[in-house]
């Protein structure tokens, strides 16, 4: 059994941490500094920070600010938002980032997944998927520009066509369940972890310690992740790996 990844989620919009619900209504929750430096203390088994405004405001990523975190963890750190080529990802590796996460730039060009994996290896390849269920068509589309437009694909095939390009992990968000604390989206997880072999990492829904065992043991994520929930210290890092090595999960 592999070890389980609790990770901590900074979403930044004008170099300060936000968060809100259904990637609506945004609070402030704090400076990303003073937040990276207290999940690393925390014992957070990696960081991930997504500038959420870049891609759809058509701007690059804030580097700067990217550097000054990195330059602070001594735990793996993800970087997306606003990732449009190999360049990009060249300075946000070069400013301290591990991995790179792409969103609405694989999805406009799929061929960028390929290309990305083949200059730095598909370990540094993180696709971020958002998805929202659709009624109608009884299945998730995926969506991009921070959950703003709606593509032509079901998030299980576009999941499935991730990993055949090269991607070495997925960020799979439900935007139906982001913020409001019920759960993550067991189904969702489900219905990719059956066409993937690469890790997925479990996003929107955290709300208690128990929902990060069950996103492990019901929707066999290999890592889950969370913000509102350690932003607001309604929980921690170490009661939530506490909870799900009670009910026999493995954590570092």
């Not at 004008?14 to 014992?43: C, H, I, M, W």
């Not at 957070?44 to 700067?64: K, M």
């Not at 960028?112 to 009884?138: L, W």
């Not at 509102?228 to 009910?247: Q, R």
Request: glycine share 10%; aromatic share 8%.
């Amino acid at each position: 059994m592999l070890t389980k990844r609790i990770i901590p989620c900074l979403d930044v919009k004008e170099g300060r941490v936000v968060k809100g619900t259904q990637f609506l209504s945004l609070k402030d929750a704090g400076d990303p500094l003073e937040l990276a430096l207290f999940y690393n203390e925390q014992g957070a088994d990696e960081l991930v920070f997504l500038d959420i405004s870049a891609s759809h405001e058509g701007r690059e990523i804030i580097v700067d600010v990217v550097k000054e975190v990195a330059g602070s963890l001594a735990i793996p750190f993800t970087v997306g938002g606003g990732i449009y080529s190999i360049e990009d990802i060249r300075r946000i590796l070069r400013a301290g980032a591990d991995k790179v996460s792409m969103n609405t730039a694989a999805l406009m060009r799929p061929d960028f997944i390929k290309e990305s994996a083949r200059v730095f290896g598909s370990q540094c390849i993180v696709v971020a998927i958002d998805a929202k269920y659709d009624p109608v068509r009884n299945d998730w589309r995926v969506y991009t520009h921070g959950g703003r437009k709606e593509t032509s694909w079901s998030a299980v095939d576009w999941a499935r066509e991730a990993e055949r390009l090269g991607a070495g992990e997925l960020l799979v968000t439900s935007m139906d369940h982001d913020g409001e604390k019920k759960g993550f989206n067991i189904p969702l997880l489900k219905a990719i972890d059956e066409v993937i072999s690469i890790p997925v990492i479990a996003s929107g829904g955290a709300g208690a310690t128990h929902h990060f065992t069950e996103a492990f043991n019901e929707g066999k994520a290999d890592a889950a992740l969370a913000a509102s929930i350690f932003h607001y210290k309604e929980t921690s890092i170490e009661e939530v790996k506490y909870d799900v090595k009670e009910k026999g999960g493995l954590v570092r």
